[in-house]
């Protein structure tokens, strides 16, 4: 793909399936009206996504990320309980090694281009934990805690533009080192949608499917822990585990510094949904971070 063509979301949005370029251009101007009439439908669209369409081949040398930040997010999925917790920003591409905290979880691997836009890659990920500690309802059923771990898989990426609209799909198999724990699915779509003033914004939106492993790993109750806990033993089949959609922003505070933050609503879907755990089946997670570029 012509590096015009390629896909210009800085920081923490997930555009990273090609080695993306970033650029300084100036915004056009847009106006939005409840109603409008059908012939300025084309040009409205184009209009609100001007910015990306202002990119030339002059940009920038591909650029590093690293950095922290802050995360407000649920006990787990389907809890009613909050934390804040510390987490990295990230975001390296080399040839063949790449690191990202960009498309929803912390991974890094190898990948290849075989095509231009098109990158397959293999990825090691961390899994986050489930503790009781964190949870009022699951430390007042005694549930045990589920240890943090890791993935190993595999993902497809692809680069697109829709008019002067950058767009990312990707598709990523995450099977846990713990055998016990199974595999998920993931599939994860990401527009950019505006650009202009240091400030970037995109949208995305994922569905994740669990295999029967994974979701009796985590939603499933035995009749032993059904026992311990006292609550119904639950059966947790295969099937989609969760829907989300979101907003990532990031804001150029210099050449070096950026501002990061993202939006999340998720919920959870079939068996998992279903669960005795589940408190809450729709819960939301916000970031914000700050992050070094070279």
Avoid at 189 to 217: D, P
């Amino acid at each position: 793909m012509p590096e015009a063509n390629r896909a210009m979301i800085p920081a923490n949005i997930a555009f990273y399936g090609q080695r993306i370029r970033r650029s300084n251009y100036t915004p056009a101007g847009n106006s939005s009206h409840a109603l409008m009439p059908r012939t300025l439908l084309v040009p409205a669209f184009f209009a609100l996504f001007a910015p990306f369409a202002a990119l030339g081949q002059n940009a920038p040398e591909d650029y590093t990320l690293i950095g922290g930040g802050l995360r407000v997010r649920p006990a787990y999925d389907g809890s009613a309980s909050q934390k804040v917790e510390a987490i990295p920003v990230l975001r390296y591409y080399g040839k063949p090694w790449f690191a990202r905290t960009t498309q929803g979880v912390l991974e890094g691997g190898a990948r290849i281009e075989p095509a231009a836009g098109f990158a397959l890659g293999a990825q090691i990920a961390y899994e986050s934990a489930r503790r009781s500690s964190e949870s009022a309802f699951l430390r007042s059923h005694n549930v045990e805690d589920i240890g943090a771990g890791a993935s190993v898989g595999v993902h497809a990426e692809l680069d697109r533009k829709i008019g002067p609209m950058p767009l990312n799909v990707l598709a990523r198999y995450r099977q846990q080192a713990d055998n016990a724990r199974g595999a998920q699915t993931d599939l994860r779509i990401t527009a950019g949608v505006y650009r202009g003033g240091g400030f970037t914004a995109g949208v995305f939106a994922q569905a994740t499917w669990a295999n029967g492993k994974s979701n009796q790993a985590y939603y499933g109750i035995t009749p032993q822990q059904s026992a311990a806990t006292g609550l119904r033993a639950f059966d947790a089949g295969p099937g989609l585990l969760n829907t989300s959609a979101g907003l990532l922003w990031s804001f150029d505070l210099a050449r070096e510094w950026v501002l990061t933050g993202s939006a999340e609503a998720r919920l959870l879907r079939g068996d998992a949904a279903a669960s005795p755990l589940v408190e809450d089946r729709s819960n939301v997670y916000a970031s914000a971070g700050l992050a070094y570029r070279f």
